[in-house]
């Protein structure tokens, strides 16, 4: 997997946008730290353990940003980078460049934090919460509610009443997917293709 493309993937990237607009207005404003009001921390700095420093202080942030507002998959192209309030402070005049942007993603990647999508290196999945930690959160809510044994879509895990008030409510249908992959590898899971290819559901 890796943030596909095709007619069907973009319906549901808009319907994702619209979803994520959402959660943002219900989640209320996110508190930006003191730092995102300091013009150096948009620049690579000349001194490595202050560019690290930096970096970090990216890294919480991003983490921060994403798990307040629920957001799965991040575009760090030039256009994504200026209307992002994460990215960029008009306040101070300043965005995060592309290629800056690309070197903290890469950082996080390297820490687990963070996995570029497949394509022009432009998107990439946060981890705020790894796979992993997702898998359980899967496995226990589906023993705890009797759906271990139940064939349920996809649809109905990130969309359907009984997971409404869960932490994966809502999830990126990709990062479901990693997940279920993983519980699928525990022998606790089996995924299987919809009619048609479309959807598809899991054991």
Known sequence: LGCRGGVK??????????????RKMAAGSFAHPEVF????????QPNMDTNARRIQQ?????????RHYRIFVLSIDLQALQQSDLFSNPQIGRTLRPDDAGEIIQQMAGAGY???CMGDGKRCFIWWRKPSEWADLLWRWAVENGFADTVLTLFEIREGEATEKTEFAGMDEEVLMKALQMLEKEGKAAIFEADGGGGGGVK
């Open 9 to 22: 993937r973009e319906g549901r990237r808009a319907k994702g946008g619209e979803r994520e607009r959402e």
């Open 37 to 44: 009001s300091f013009p150096p921390f948009f620049s690579k």
């Open 114 to 116: 963070a996995e570029w």
């Open 58 to 66: 990216w890294r919480d942030l991003i983490l921060s940003y994403c």
